[in-house]
């Protein structure tokens, strides 16, 4: 899942038309305990779930709540949405916030057997998990420890793609639209010097590099 979860070879498991969604938590219990199909590895791993666009923390919350109504606490044992610091401008001042790493996927640390996968699967507004079939793929090692580095972070880091000499668009603040030329960039500060054309002649502009947009 290094940065983006590979949609061209996964694919979401395929509806169960006998499968029902019980409102009463005694009904589905009875549904759980007849739904005995042997199809699951019962396999403790991280799987990943997706989601309705913008239900990801809901989605969360509900099944923490189905893990307590449903005594699943030994089979399904945490429930994140990877979310990371990253630095943006509003009304001219930097801010700090938390975005999701991807959208519309929520983690699940479980094992993964016929029950646990009815519960977590008939959680509202879950459409489906990573994996082939109705056999959910666990995430790699590798890339689980890439996620939680990713969500350790205290601080964002800034990515500057421009270099000296480029031709930028300044895109916010007093000199918004203005185009000007990169002419020295602080790496550790986010913060690029530019020189912009005005009333004929060049004028040196520090601006932070979320105020720019590479021409």
């Not at 969604?21 to 199809?39: A, F, L, P, Y």
């Not at 519309?104 to 057997?113: A, N, Q």
């Not at 205290?154 to 639209?177: M, S, W, Y």
Request: without cysteine; neutral net charge.
């Amino acid at each position: 899942m290094d940065q983006e979860i590979d949609k061209k070879e996964i694919k979401k498991d395929s509806e169960d038309p006998t499968q029902t969604v019980e409102s009463d938590n005694d009904q589905e219990k009875n549904t759980i305990v007849s739904r005995s199909t042997g199809k699951q590895s019962g396999e403790r791993n991280w799987y990943v779930i997706h989601t309705y666009s913008g239900y990801e923390d809901q989605v969360a919350e509900n099944i923490k709540q189905r893990i307590e109504s449903m005594n699943m606490q030994d089979r399904i044992f945490d429930v994140i949405v990877p979310t990371e610091k990253q630095i943006e401008i509003k009304n001219g001042k930097r801010k700090i916030i938390e975005k999701k790493i991807f959208p519309g996927y929520v983690l699940v640390d479980m094992i993964v057997t016929d029950d646990a996968w009815y519960v977590v699967r008939n959680t509202p507004n879950v459409t489906g998990f990573i994996g082939f079939g109705v056999r959910p793929t666990p995430i790699a090692k590798r890339e689980l420890d890439i996620i939680k580095k990713r969500m350790g972070v205290e601080e964002p880091k800034f990515k500057i793609e421009v270099k000296n000499g480029d031709l930028v668009r300044i895109t916010d603040g007093a000199l918004k639209n203005y185009e000007a030329k990169v002419e020295e960039i602080d790496q550790a500060k986010g913060k690029i010097k530019v020189l912009v054309s005005m009333f004929g002649r060049e004028t040196p502009v520090t601006v932070d590099y979320l105020q720019l947009k590479k021409i």
